[in-house]
């Protein structure tokens, strides 16, 4: 089993900063990627950003290019998620999330596990 837990969520003005943690315990050797999604009251969940684990090559959704910036510790076994220049669109459950097996990055329904969310929420 592997476990997820994410931390770092919060509320702030627009144009505000935030730094996402997600800590891994368990079975996680096999990770091939780890993945940030969102989802906001009454949508569905969304890709935010991805990074492949063992190269370190990242992914990003268009809105957060630019402003966000995935990472990750492998000595850790911790992803981070850094959020700069948050608008309140922004503003969302963000959950982390890992997959075992290459593919497409951005869907969430290939993801194996994850974490049990962090709220972020963005102020006008």
């Known amino acids: 089993q592997v476990q997820l837990v994410e931390s770092g969520g919060g509320s702030v003005q627009a144009g505000g900063s935030l730094r996402l943690s997600c800590a891994a315990s368990g079975r996680t050797s096999s990770s091939y990627a780890r993945g940030w999604f969102r989802q906001a009251p009454g949508q569905e969940r969304e890709f935010v950003s991805a990074i492949i684990w063992s190269s370190g090559r990242t992914y990003y959704a268009d809105s957060v290019k630019g402003r966000f910036t995935i990472s990750r510790d492998i000595a850790k076994n911790t992803l981070y998620l850094q959020m700069n220049s948050l608008k309140p669109e922004d503003t969302a459950v963000y959950y982390c999330?890992?997959?075992?097996?290459?593919?497409?990055?951005?869907?969430?329904?290939?993801?194996?596990?994850w974490g049990q969310g962090t709220q972020v929420t963005v102020s006008s």
């Open positions: 999330a890992g997959r075992r097996l290459p593919g497409d990055v951005t869907w969430s329904s290939t993801y194996d596990y």
